[in-house]
């Protein structure tokens, strides 16, 4: 079974300054992908960044980039030059890549961070 | 132009009711997605279709029925409509195993 922990369940940023969100996993498959999106409050789902397990590189899209630490099973987004349109809830999640694996084609979600960027 | 949409994005109704919703995605994905998002935020699978075949079917109680008349259209029917079915619920589709992209949500509201 997967397992998504986000620890943080609020962080405040300054505007124009950098935030991590942290996020923590389990699983057993030996392939699988992990995702952020964001969640503003009009309610909308909002799809920010992919990282492979097995990307040699950490993920990054534009000002968001993904800290992927596989050893330690964590998957940290950071944002750049924070925005007040940052504010938001912010969820990771994974899913299995191999067919047949309990975990194949479902996101398993953790429970969200909520962000808010002050002016 | 919108990707995944979601019909209706409110829904208001007593318990008892029989309501359905619809999502429609036009980016050609071969699999689509229902989720549910309770009044905590937290957010758990409950459908999948893939090419028109069910493919994922978590625990729900069979008062949810998911139909997906073709690719681009997955329908969630739901009977005799209970308070704990309050929710907000999403579509999403994907290119096989590739990026969710997720509907706007319905807001369902049980009284």
């Known amino acids: 079974a997967q397992k998504i922990t986000q620890t943080q369940p609020g962080m405040f940023v300054q505007e124009k300054e950098a935030v991590t969100l942290d996020c923590t996993y389990d699983?057993?498959?030996?392939?699988?992908?992990l995702f952020w999106y964001k969640q503003p409050s009009s309610g909308e789902m909002i799809f920010l960044i992919y990282?492979?397990?097995?990307?040699?590189q950490n993920a990054t899209e534009g000002r968001y980039s993904l800290n992927f630490q596989k050893a330690r099973k964590s998957a940290n987004l950071v944002i750049s030059a924070s925005q007040l349109g940052d504010s938001a809830m912010y969820f990771c999640a994974m899913r299995g890549l191999n067919a047949g694996g309990t975990s194949y084609g479902k996101l398993t979600f953790g429970q969200g961070t909520i962000l808010t960027v002050h002016p | 132009d919108t990707a995944v949409s979601q019909t209706p994005k409110y829904l208001v109704t007593q318990m008892g009711n029989d309501k359905s919703i619809k999502c429609e995605q036009n980016l050609g994905h071969d699999t689509m997605y229902w989720y549910k998002q309770d009044s905590k935020k937290f957010l758990k699978i409950m459908f999948s279709y893939n090419n028109k075949e069910l493919i994922i079917n978590e625990t729900v109680p069979n008062r949810f029925s998911p139909k997906s008349p073709d690719k681009a259209h997955l329908n969630l029917h739901i009977n005799s409509l209970e308070l704990g079915d309050s929710a907000v619920y999403f579509c999403?589709?994907?290119?096989?195993?590739?990026?969710?992209?997720f509907g706007p949500g319905t807001r369902l509201l049980v009284l």
């Open positions: 999403a589709s994907s290119q096989h195993k590739g990026t969710q992209y």
């Open positions: 990282q492979g397990s097995y990307d040699q």
């Open positions: 699983t057993s498959d030996p392939s699988y992908g």
